[in-house]
């Protein structure tokens, strides 16, 4: 099985801030790989998929980059509504998919 | 506008049957290109992919629940369904069901429509 580990766990950021989450894989997974937001009480939301391409009506300020085993979530300006939890999510061998643990962001 | 709607039992005895049925509107569970999935959520923890159905009936489950897991799908009612034998406590969670795309129209995979989520508590 392929294990993705999300990196940091929590992190706590201004508005206004750049924000890099982390998800690397135990294999290489080329690009198979998306975001979620899961804002509290509410299912989560799909941001990117094929690791960089960003979901019709998503904000601009999202992207996502890496392949491979590494894999990279920016925020490029921290809004009081990017409040959230974070996941990424592998589909090396669809549709068996797994999610990586999660990153809750807070605000400082 | 594809809505999903999951419904059923918010409780469960200890070593029962957890069953679940998701209700599609707005679409038709036999498109292709989809599959149709659940995902579960404990309280306060992470997201879990259980398993996921296409419309024709093939089946993909998560290998550490694949011994308790049974999903199945009805098209005439455009529904698909879950149950989880033999629940413990560790089986409390919200769950969720979601339809999950394949590459269509130049967009890749993803669980792009989701249900609001039914917490189910297993408890004596």
């Known amino acids: 099985d392929i294990q993705m580990t999300q990196s940091p766990s929590s992190l706590s950021a201004s508005v206004g801030d750049r924000v890099t989450i982390t998800c690397q894989a135990s294999?290489?997974?080329?690009?198979?790989l998306n975001w979620y937001q899961q804002k509290p009480g509410k299912a989560p939301k799909l941001l990117i998929y094929d690791a960089s391409n960003l979901e019709t009506g998503v904000p601009s300020r999202f992207s996502g980059s890496g392949s491979g085993t590494d894999f990279t979530f920016t925020i490029s300006s921290l809004q009081p509504e990017d409040i959230a939890t974070y996941y990424c999510q592998q589909y090396d061998n669809l549709p068996w998919i797994a999610f990586g643990q999660g990153t809750r962001l807070e605000i400082k | 506008q594809l809505q999903l709607q999951e419904s059923g039992p918010g409780l469960v005895k200890p070593s029962e049957t957890l069953s679940l049925t998701c209700t599609v509107s707005g679409g038709s569970i036999s498109s292709s290109s989809y599959y149709w999935g659940w995902i579960r959520q404990p309280p306060g923890k992470g997201l879990e992919w259980i398993g996921s159905i296409y419309y024709s009936g093939s089946t993909y489950y998560n290998p550490s629940l694949k011994s308790r897991v049974t999903i199945s799908v009805d098209t005439s009612k455009n529904q698909f369904s879950l149950k989880l034998s033999s629940v413990t406590a560790a089986d409390t969670a919200v769950y969720y069901c979601?339809?999950?795309?394949?590459?269509?129209f130049g967009e890749g995979p993803g669980f792009d429509y989701w249900g609001q989520g039914t917490l189910v508590t297993v408890s004596s």
């Open positions: 294999q290489d997974i080329s690009n198979y």
């Open positions: 979601a339809r999950l795309r394949d590459t269509i």
